[in-house]
């Protein structure tokens, strides 16, 4: 049976699997890391990366070690890593974290998306809609496939404009952005509601979508999840705390289920190969359509789950949502914690980095009590930063790489 991922060769028999039988070209485009067959091969390769001036995550993790370094010493008694600070930082970044995963779908094959504020908002909506216990009243479960499957669709209609159109990505989805804006406000008001939908009230489908970002956790469990959730020290910080959010509990799950897809899978190989070399992917005999559709029915599903944590951290939804804010904070996540607006190198870890890092300059800036301007200065400066050191990192890796020849 063919491979859908593949195309066909004009006797009608499947390409090669790109791993075994590609162009060099196209298999010198993968990440080590995905390449990698055991650990060692992996550390070996992170270590020889280092070396030839790729560093990886490691910029963004000293970065961020040097914004909670500094901001635990300005803040005012020094509370910055107090247990209920370091609950609450996780909570403002969930939202961020998780659309900046969306978007690395999109940055890794050197496209952008700029509808998934919206798109994740419509989903979002129709969740919030179908358990409203006064009319429709529908399990949670079903309403929240149901938002998710929006996502998913309106994903596969931007993506198949795009790609079998050869439509450039960025004016497909800003016109989905308006779309979605539109099909958002009329979702608030459908139905015989008397205002916008909200998650007041008893029932356990309302509670189910307000305890995403407002639940907490039984001990047992938390203890449980502590190695999961943070590492080490940052977990003993988490739990000591009173208020388990659940909030941080759906980052980390869904970046290890993107890793997995990315790092361990066929499509994962050949989405990085489109990203780094295109041609060299397509004459590999790589389906180019259908992997960038995916890409973006991916992108779409994963920012309904983002706007589902924002539906609970505001108790319901309604149209002062920031979605097109969001999406911009989205790219910059993704871009600060090291995926490359070039296409072909990111992770959704990289999401959670750049989310964290957001997060927590916004979170410092508002215990210094510092006005809003200062905190776009400042994120819009560190975005900035990562840009040039992706632009550094790049130009240095081709140099080296044309030395060699």
């Not at 459908?190 to 939908?197: I, N, Q, R």
């Not at 779409?300 to 944590?309: K, P």
């Not at 097109?324 to 490359?340: F, P, Q």
Request: hydrophobic share 55%; charged share 10%.
């Amino acid at each position: 049976m063919a491979d859908p991922l593949k195309t066909a060769d004009i006797t009608g028999n499947a390409a090669a699997d790109l791993t075994a039988a590609a162009p060099e070209a196209a298999v010198a485009e993968l990440p080590p890391e995905v390449v990698a067959q055991s650990l060692g091969e992996y550390v070996r390769a992170y270590v020889a990366r280092i070396r030839a001036g790729e560093s990886g995550v490691l910029p963004v993790v000293m970065a961020m070690v040097a914004i909670v370094v500094v901001f635990q010493v300005i803040s005012p008694n020094n509370v910055y890593l107090s247990p209920g600070n370091l609950v609450n930082l996780f909570q403002q970044s969930a939202v961020i974290m998780v659309l900046a995963m969306a978007e690395a779908f999109a940055l890794v094959l050197g496209e952008i998306d700029l509808s998934i504020g919206f798109v994740g908002a419509c989903g979002a909506a129709i969740t919030v809609q179908l358990i409203q216990p006064a009319t429709t009243n529908w399990p949670w479960p079903l309403a929240v496939l149901a938002g998710l499957l929006f996502c998913l669709v309106f994903g596969a209609i931007q993506g198949t404009l795009i790609t079998r159109l050869h439509l450039p990505s960025f004016i497909v989805t800003l016109a989905g952005y308006l779309v979605a804006n539109g099909l958002f406000l009329k979702i608030l008001l459908f139905g015989p509601f008397s205002g916008y939908p909200n998650l007041i009230g008893q029932t356990d489908n309302l509670h189910f979508i307000y305890n995403l970002m407002w639940g907490t956790i039984d001990p047992v469990v938390s203890w449980i999840g502590a190695g999961v959730v943070v590492a080490a020290l940052g977990g003993f910080i988490w739990f000591s705390d009173s208020r388990r959010r659940t909030s941080g509990l759906v980052a980390p799950p869904a970046s290890l289920a993107w890793t997995i897809l990315l790092g361990r899978t066929k499509y994962g190989r050949y989405l990085y190969a489109i990203g780094g070399n295109p041609e060299a992917a397509r004459r590999a005999g790589i389906n180019l359509s259908v992997v960038r559709t995916t890409a973006f029915m991916l992108c779409s599903f994963t920012a309904g789950i983002a706007l589902l944590l924002y539906a609970s951290y505001l108790n319901g939804m309604s149209n002062n949502v920031q979605a097109g804010y969001y999406v911009l904070y989205a790219v910059a996540a993704a871009v600060i914690g090291g995926t490359s607006l070039m296409g072909g190198r990111g992770k959704p870890l990289h999401g959670v980095l750049g989310g964290l890092v957001i997060g927590a300059i916004y979170n410092g800036m508002y215990l210094l009590a510092l006005s809003f301007e200062w905190q776009y200065i400042v994120t819009g400066l560190v975005l900035l930063a990562a840009i040039i050191i992706d632009a550094v990192s790049r130009r240095g890796s081709t140099s080296g790489s044309v030395s060699r020849v």
